[in-house]
C-alpha cells in the first residue's frame, strides 16, 4: 500500500548545526512533495514543496532534495535555531487525483542551546 | 497572512453525541479537507471535498461521518454517534486552484470522546 515514512523518529542537533531529516516514498505515482513543522499544540505548518519534476529546492534556511530514482526525500535546516524544534512531516500526493495528503510517520528535531 | 480557522480548540462529549467540528478555510481556495490525528501518531486523511461534492474518503470516514459546506465560508465536519477511538485531534486543510498546490491546515479541534 501507500506509505511515506521519515528514518529517524528524533533527531537531536546543536544549535547552529546543519540539520538534515530523511524521508522516503513509495508511491511511483507520486509527484508532488511537501514538508510541514508541527509544533505542539498546532496544526502542520508548509515549509517548503517541491514537485517530480525537480531535484532540489531551496528556500529560506531550508532546501528539499528528491531523488525519485530511490524514492528519497531530504530536507535540510541550515544553521538550526532552537525555534525550528518541532516534528517534521514528509507528505505526498498525486496530482492527477483528489490531492489527498498521504503523511509520514514524522521526526521530532530537538535542537540544544 | 490568510489562514485556515477551527473552532472551537477544545471539544468534550459523551460517547454516542454528535459533534460538529468547524472550519472556515482560505477565502479563495477551492480544495477542502479534513484529516485527523491520534495523540503520537501521523496526520491521517479522512476526506477531501471539492466543487461542492466529496472526492474521495478513507476508510476512516464510514456513514457516521459528513461533511457540509452551508455557505460560501465554512466547512464541517460531523460524527454522528461518536465512539471513544474517534478521540483526535481534527485538522482542516485547503488548498488554492488545484490539487499541486500547498495545503494550508488550521490549528485543528480536539476531541475528546468520554
Known amino acids: 500500500g501507500e506509505s511515506v515514512g521519515l528514518h529517524l523518529p528524533t533527531l537531536s542537533v546543536q544549535e547552529g548545526d546543519n540539520s538534515i531529516i530523511n524521508c522516503a516514498y513509495s508511491?511511483?505515482?507520486?509527484?508532488?512533495f511537501i514538508w510541514y513543522k508541527q509544533e505542539s499544540g498546532k496544526g502542520p505548518q508548509f515549509i517548503i514543496d517541491?514537485?517530480?519534476?525537480?531535484d532540489k529546492r531551496q528556500g529560506q534556511r531550508v532546501t528539499v532534495l528528491l531523488n525519485k530514482t530511490v524514492k528519497h526525500l531530504s530536507l535540510q535546516i541550515a544553521a538550526t535555531q532552537p525555534g525550528d524544534s518541532a516534528v517534521y512531516f514528509c507528505?505526498?500526493?498525486?496530482?492527477?487525483?483528489?490531492?489527498?495528503?498521504?503523511f509520514g510517520q514524522g521526526t521530532t528535531l530537538q535542537v540544544k542551546p | 497572512e490568510p489562514e485556515v480557522t477551527q473552532t472551537p480548540s477544545h471539544q468534550v462529549t459523551q460517547m454516542g453525541q454528535e459533534v460538529i467540528l468547524r472550519c472556515v478555510p482560505i477565502?479563495?481556495?477551492?480544495?477542502f479537507y479534513w484529516y485527523r490525528q491520534i495523540l503520537g501518531q501521523k496526520v491521517e486523511f479522512l476526506v477531501s471535498?471539492?466543487?461542492?461534492?466529496?472526492?474521495?474518503k478513507s476508510e476512516i470516514f464510514d456513514d457516521q461521518f459528513s461533511v457540509e459546506r452551508p455557505d460560501g465560508s465554512n466547512f464541517t465536519l460531523k460524527i454522528r454517534s461518536t465512539k471513544l477511538e474517534d478521540s483526535a485531534m481534527y485538522f482542516c486543510?485547503?488548498?488554492?486552484?488545484?490539487?499541486?498546490?500547498?495545503?494550508?491546515f488550521g490549528d485543528g479541534t480536539r476531541l475528546s470522546i468520554l
Open positions: 477565502s479563495n481556495h477551492l480544495y
Open positions: 517541491i514537485r517530480s519534476n525537480m
Open positions: 508511491n511511483s505515482a507520486s509527484d508532488y
Open positions: 507528505a505526498e500526493i498525486t496530482t492527477s487525483n483528489t490531492g489527498k495528503l498521504i
Open positions: 486543510a485547503s488548498s488554492g486552484t488545484t490539487t499541486g498546490q500547498p495545503q494550508h
Open positions: 471535498f471539492y466543487n461542492n461534492e466529496i472526492s474521495e
